[in-house]
């Protein structure tokens, strides 16, 4: 992310032990708030320990996402977030960072076109696609033998990681279809 102004110099943000987060480039005090309007308007941060350096964008940026999952304000749908623990320790996590970080921006640009468009759910529709269309090269750069596995019922996966990440894809390929024909049932009712 770059700040809007065209810089790209990353703000940090120190932590302290007591949990106040000191922003460096305003010599302030800041909240989570602040850094989630940071992230809103396209500022670039890094969370660092005061007293070790370590860095710890990571957990902060999760805990904004806790708090605002907390406050009702929830964008992550519950089967979207099992499934995302099912990842954690298992086969796919390998690849599953690069997968979203592809899905989250391709999904900011189409945004950006639902904007100036006259039927977004058209757009939304294309969108869904795309990322099943992702995800499947995805399954087939990184796990070919998955990938051959799951287009032939006659081939089975040897290892229970397999058999998971073979149930994983086919879960993921009919909420994929059931998305697709939901936006095609309120496509028609326009």
């Known amino acids: 992310m770059a700040k809007p102004n065209g810089s790209s110099q990353t703000i940090i943000i120190k932590k302290y032990a007591n949990r106040r987060l000191y922003d460096t480039?305003?010599?302030?005090?800041?909240?989570?708030?602040?850094?989630s309007e940071l992230v809103r308007e396209g500022r670039d941060f890094?969370?660092?320990?005061?007293?070790?350096?370590?860095?710890?964008?990571?957990q902060v940026l999760t805990q904004i996402i806790f708090e605002q999952e907390?406050?009702?304000?929830g964008a992550l749908p519950l089967n979207f977030l099992r499934k995302l623990i099912g990842f954690?320790?298992?086969g796919g996590q390998a690849f599953l960072p690069a997968f979203l970080d592809m899905s989250m921006n391709s999904f900011a640009d189409t945004q950006k076109e639902w904007t100036k468009a006259a039927n977004p759910m058209s757009l939304f529709e294309k969108q869904a696609r795309r990322n099943m269309a992702m995800f499947e090269q995805g399954m087939k750069m990184f796990m070919p033998t998955l990938h051959k596995a799951s287009h032939n019922e006659k081939q089975t996966p040897s290892n229970p990681i397999m058999d998971f990440q073979a149930e994983a894809?086919?879960?993921?390929?009919?909420?994929?279809?059931?998305i697709q024909d939901q936006l095609a049932d309120l496509a028609k009712k326009d």
Do not use: C, N, P
């Open 25 to 35: 480039s305003t010599s302030s005090y800041v909240t989570l708030e602040h850094l």
């Open 169 to 178: 894809l086919a879960a993921m390929q009919a909420q994929m279809q059931a």
């Open 88 to 90: 954690y320790g298992g």
């Open 70 to 73: 907390t406050k009702g304000e």
């Open 46 to 58: 890094e969370v660092r320990d005061a007293k070790s350096g370590e860095d710890l964008t990571r």
